[in-house]
């Protein structure tokens, strides 16, 4: 074999390419060959600078939400319609679903609901809520769909919101059962993450929980308004989760995009 | 394009971004244009997303990074000239330091950290095999699909753009 041959015999055998054969072979002549083994030690010790050294990267969010915007309109423009459900949905519903996996843990966070702290049960329902198929009763975006959708399953009329100007699009809402009463739960979106916001009606007496707490990996922020009591879980960093707390409190308005 | 046809394709394709974006961010060399590129990229693909009839996984990615690569090129030809690298010549590259046999050094932390330097002044037929295989991890027939070379030539760039970051890499620890 003349080098420049062997050379591109070496490196498809580095790289898993070679027949059988040909692998064994190229193998025998290593064994035989100083020079030839002291040139594939070169190039694995380049491999491995390769892999060391020159990264992978990482698409940034900026340029995933305005890829996503981007094929929103593209893919609006080529219905001539609306897209009803966010473009967001599938790949969270997706995260969501790997998130089930990676956490593990839920049958415990389960088991601990049940005779639990309203903290336990609400991180169970956020849990439960990312199974395949849980997230959502209604998927929208669009607050003016969501809103009208609680209309007569429940006794109150809760506040939605879609902070997607923001970075928090909204995904959907569904009906939930806590602390002894149907509650409105509304998801939103981070990137990947996704956040769910349970209320209810606010009642006299002591606080349903700590304002802040960290369960298995998830965050949980508690606080009441005059009107209604409020839980919010996700396993977004913490201080963004504070930023989508700063904005439901506000209930800003501005930051909503218009209904579409 | 119905609404689950969009969502398909964004269950489909999005996952595939990093991978775009890297190929693209080394083949333009440049965050702003690579982030444009990517993208341009998606929009075609979701254009031609009809003509795409492959499962999720390889298929899609390879499918994608074939048109993130082409958009590239094109994008290349519009906006400026690649003038860090040498103009690709198949004959005259393969011709190059054919029998030059290396002696074994391992390669010191120095010449280590300029290897993006290295790999960013390779010629891009080379540049984008590279970026493929040791970045992406494409097998060689993938490699063959998104270039749009026959897998043998896959085999002979990747062995060649290889012996010229090693010899980037020794010269330069030579200067030091």
New interface residues.
């Given amino acids: 074999m ?3 041959v062997l ?2 015999q ?3 055998y580095l ?1 898993g ?1 070679l027949t059988a054969d040909d692998a064994r072979e190229l193998e025998a002549h290593l064994v035989q060959c100083p ?1 030839c083994a ?2 594939r ?3 694995i ?3 491995a ?12 969010d900026a ?2 939400q ?3 915007a ?3 309109v ?2 609006g423009t ?2 001539r319609r609306r ?3 966010p ?1 967001v ?3 969270l519903a ?1 995260a969501a679903s790997l998130a089930v996996v990676a956490v593990g843990s839920w049958r415990l966070a389960l088991q601990r609901a049940a005779g639990g702290a309203l903290t336990d049960q609400v991180l169970a329902s956020h849990v439960r809520s990312l199974m395949p198929g849980h997230l959502t009763d209604v998927v929208s975006s669009d607050q003016h769909t969501v809103k009208p959708w609680f209309n007569g399953k429940l006794d109150f009329s809760p506040p939605v919101y879609d902070f997607s100007g923001r970075g928090f699009p909204l995904v959907g809402g569904r009906l939930d059962y806590l602390n002894g009463r149907p509650v409105a739960a509304l998801v939103y979106g981070r990137r990947q993450h996704l956040i769910n916001v349970f209320l209810w009606p606010a009642v006299q007496g002591p606080a349903g929980g700590p304002p802040a707490a960290t369960r298995q990996g998830y965050h949980l922020l508690h606080w009441t308004t005059r009107e209604y009591a409020y839980w919010v879980v996700s396993d977004l960093g913490i201080s963004e989760l504070h930023d989508f707390a700063a904005l439901l409190a506000r209930g800003d308005s501005a930051a909503a995009t218009p209904a579409r | ?3 689950n ?7 489909i394709m ?2 595939h ?6 190929l693209a ?1 080394y083949l333009t060399r440049n965050d702003h244009d690579a ?1 444009d590129v ?2 341009e990229a ?2 075609r693909a ?2 031609y997303f009809d003509g795409f009839r492959g499962a999720a996984g390889g298929e899609s990615r390879s499918w994608l990074l074939a048109i993130v690569r082409n958009t590239a090129h094109t994008w290349r030809h519009q906006h400026r000239a690649d003038t860090l690298a040498t103009e690709f010549d198949e004959e005259l590259h393969s011709e190059t330091v ?2 030059v ?7 010191r932390e120095a ?3 300029s ?2 330097h290295a ?1 960013d002044g390779l010629p891009r037929e080379f540049r984008e095999v ?1 970026v493929l ?4 991890g494409l ?2 027939k993938e490699i063959s699909d998104v270039v749009g070379v026959p897998v043998g030539t896959v ?2 760039r ?2 060649r753009a ?2 010229r ?2 010899e980037a ?1 020794r010269s330069e620890q030579q200067e030091r």
């Fill in positions: 003349t080098h420049p050379e591109a070496l490196d498809a790289d390419e020079d002291g040139f030690d070169e190039r010790a380049l491999r600078a390769i892999a060391a050294h020159v990264p992978a990267l990482q698409a940034s340029l995933r305005r890829v996503r981007a094929l929103r593209a893919g080529r219905s897209i009803a459900a473009v949905w599938r790949s997706l | 394009m119905e609404s046809e969009l969502e398909r394709f964004e269950a999005l996952p971004m990093d991978a775009a974006y890297t961010h982030e990517v993208q998606y929009l979701l254009k054919a029998h046999h290396p002696e074994t050094t391992l390669l010449a280590r950290a290897l993006r790999i590279i295989r040791e970045l992406e097998s060689y085999m002979s990747l062995s290889r012996r970051l090693q890499l």
